[in-house]
């Protein structure tokens, strides 16, 4: 029941017509977000098998990316149709193996429909791009975005024997409030959310050398209170010259190197920074550890703690490194690097809360164009790859004896619920469209499904609505998994902390050593 009201609340957010969530947590700050994996996570939910659909969203969301609502419609359906099987006496244990013989099935169906394609191709990418944001905030503007999420992806995409494998985490996205979202550009190299960190140093250097430094470039404080006695001006002068050295050999060593660009994580003296520039040496500091990470791997510089051990082949490399003026703020840009797997989103918009929504939609486009780069292989949307793989399980089932039958067919029912919410969602009679579907499907139209833009039954590849096989086929796998696991649990126990149990006054414990109200829940 729980499991199910959870499922019951992602629905509406379906597809490209389905409706968006205010989310507002006990600080009263407000997320609007159509994102099933989103939604799920800010939920405060409290029963623990209804948890268990926050983790279908979950896994879903790590393995694949997108196919979060689906997953979890899916997965209460096979329960909400589990429950009605159970009524018809149906035993628990048989609907698993049923469910289980149908998620193997699916998966062979889907794999046996999927369309294969290049995937250094432009085209099928950019419509899966496309797809993923049609049903996002953002969807005004999804081409321009699809645009940029393949262009990112194929940028940092290697080749793996006749594979390819790409990280979605080597793009960095960086976010800025001013402009709108036409203005989200993609820069080949890496944007630090940071300025040069003093007046006189050069804003602007062409064939950077680049040293990266993930220590200070400070006088370190003693981990204890010293005192130092002074007796005379002389000694005072001496102690501070010395300081001032000790500063001053720091920028020799990193000038010696022939770096013209510091790049550090920690922080840079105020002496140190005015040495720097007097030198024409450009200087950041204070970029988060996982930039300078990024940076090292772009610039092909290595990341150096101990300044004396540093020499010129620890340097990393970049065609510029300029600071500029975006919106309020000021960002340095570091472009042209050695390695050109380096590319950065930088998201534009006009409140923070739509950028927040566009990272999300754009990460989304970006997994799902890594899915289709890594497993070359996509369905038809719009309900078609689900009714597809329903019928032929609907014949399987004719095959099987007895009440696993009735469970394989329950699968097949359960995965209709996604043409059929999305009928809802756009206002449409779902009788009339999931019959025309099934009529369809019948004569061999794979790929028949409802174009909610148009409200008709047609086939979705003409209209270009594409997704990657590997969403759909973790969409299966994590809506059985999650609904086998809570149909196998029949009763929640609240788990005490102690090992033995307590006597009860009066001595004689329970019968078979169980715990008192054990059976509340
Ligand atoms: N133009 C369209 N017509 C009908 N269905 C569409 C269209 N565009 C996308 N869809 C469908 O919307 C569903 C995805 O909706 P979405 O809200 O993103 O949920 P999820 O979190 O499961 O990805 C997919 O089944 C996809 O095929
Ligand atoms: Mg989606």
Known sequence: MAAKVVAESVKSSLGPKGMDKMLVDSFGDVTITSDGRTILDEMDIQHPAAKMMVEVAKTQDNETGDGTTTAVIISGELLNKAEELIEKSVHPTIIIDGYRKAQEKALETLEKIAISIDPTSQDYPKRVAMTSMASKLVAEHREYLADLAVKSILAVAEKEGDKYKADVDDVKVEKKTGESIRDTQLVQGIILDKDVSHSGMPKRVEKAKIALLDSPLEIEKTEFDAKINIESPEQMEAFLKQEEDMLRQMVEKIEKTGANVVLCEKGVDDMVQHFLARKGIMAVRRIKKS??????????????????????????????????????????????????????????????????????????????????????????????????????????????????????????????????????????????????????????ETWAGIEVNTGKVQDMSKVGVYEPLAVKKQIIKSGTEAATMILKIDDVIAAGKMKTPPMPPGGGGPPGGGYPGMGEY
Request: charged letters at 30%; a negative charge; glycine letters at 8%.
């Open 291 to 444: 930039d300078i990470e990024k940076l090292s791997k772009a610039t092909g510089g290595k990341i150096v703690s101990n300044l004396d051990a540093m020499t010129s082949a620890d340097l990393g490399y970049a065609n510029l490194v300029e600071e500029r003026k975006v919106g309020e703020d000021k960002m340095t840009f570091v472009e042209g690097c050695k390695h050109p797997r380096a590319v950065t989103i930088l998201i534009r918009g006009a409140t923070e809360r739509i950028i927040a929504e566009a990272e999300r939609s754009i990460h989304d486009a970006l997994c799902v164009v890594r899915d289709v780069v890594e497993e070359p292989k996509i369905v038809a949307g719009g309900g078609a790859p689900e009714l597809e793989v329903s019928r032929s399980l609907k014949k399987y089932a004719e095959t099987l004896p007895g009440r696993e039958q009735l469970a394989v067919k329950s699968f097949a029912d359960a995965l209709e619920a996604i043409p059929i919410t999305l009928t809802e969602n756009a206002g449409l009679d779902p009788i009339d469209v999931l019959s025309e579907l099934r009529s369809r499907h019948e004569k061999g």
